[in-house]
């Protein structure tokens, strides 16, 4: 379904990037890797499924930095039809507790690493008339949890942003959504698993399971694989005008 396509996942050498790289390279298109940490396995992962696959190591936080991985993924394939933008990190603290410097890498991360990337891939698909942009919010797009400030606000504004990336692409074939899991069991999850089984002396099983019924009532965590079919469905031609959705898969976590 997608062959001859492009698709860039920031943060992607991991969790649910690597997972939804891994979705659409499946439809057959090339991927554009990025992230933190060893690149060479989701690289080969990646070409085992038979697509063309490229890394850059920007650092989200850093404007030049995005800057310059739009210019090599456009040098690499020609240009991105499909941009992800999923890289994330998570820091939990009560607001007047909260490190000032860990607010700002989250709301760049985040949040402003989204705006970054949508800018500088609008006018390529906008010339082709066709394009998808799925930005990974978060069930705290939508709805808040103490003592995760800066991720909230920073998912809100990333719900916020999709809306407006869809309205000004409204007559076009590019179409921006957002996708809000609930909880996934990724690197960023187990380090609040950890912090929960220290806490109250928990063992791991009784931590997941803790932290799904606090706010989960289906008890079982959303996959990687399973959020990147819904990516797949939003680069379908099923697709074509799904435009400024904020899309849950959280185990009916807002349906309370
Ligand atoms: P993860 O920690 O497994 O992966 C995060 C990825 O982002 C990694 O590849 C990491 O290297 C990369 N990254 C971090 N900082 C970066 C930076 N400055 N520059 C470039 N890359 C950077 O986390 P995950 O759970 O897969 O999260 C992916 C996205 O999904 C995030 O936006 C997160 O907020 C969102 N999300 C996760 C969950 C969950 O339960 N895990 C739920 C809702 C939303």
């Known amino acids: ?53 490229a890394y850059h ?3 989200m936080s850093k404007a030049s930095e995005i800057e310059a991985m739009m210019a090599f993924a456009a040098d690499t394939f020609g240009r991105v039809d499909i941009l992800v933008n999923n890289a994330g990190i998570q820091h939990v603290a009560k607001i007047e507790d909260f ?33 998808r942009i799925i930005n990974l919010a978060s069930i705290h797009g939508l709805v808040g949890s103490a003592e995760k400030s800066a991720y909230v606000a920073a998912k809100h504004g990333v719900v916020g942003l999709t809306k407006v990336t869809a309205l000004e692409n409204a007559t076009t074939g590019v179409t921006c ?3 809000c899991p609930g909880w996934v069991l990724t690197p960023l999850v187990q380090k609040q698993v950890d912090a929960k089984a220290a806490a109250m002396g928990l063992s791991n099983e009784e931590a997941k399971k803790q932290l799904l019924q606090e706010k989960e009532p289906s008890m079982q965590f959303t996959t990687p694989e399973e959020l990147g079919e819904l990516a797949v469905f939003f680069c379908s031609a099923a697709g074509n005008n799904v435009r400024g959705v904020a899309w849950n898969m959280d185990g009916g976590w807002t349906a309370q």
């Open 1 to 53: 379904m997608l062959q001859g396509k492009t698709a860039l996942v920031t943060g992607s050498t991991s969790g649910i990037g690597l997972g939804i790289a891994k979705s659409l390279a499946k439809q057959g298109a090339n991927i554009v890797l990025n992230g933190f940490g060893d690149a060479e396995g989701p690289k080969a992962e990646i070409a085992a499924l038979g697509v063309k696959v």
């Open 57 to 59: 190591g920007a650092d």
């Open 99 to 131: 490190p000032v410097e860990r607010w700002d890498a989250i709301i760049a991360i985040n949040l402003s690493s989204a705006f970054h990337a949508t800018r500088l891939a609008l006018p390529a698909m906008k010339a082709a008339n066709w394009g």
């Open 177 to 179: 959504n957002a996708i």
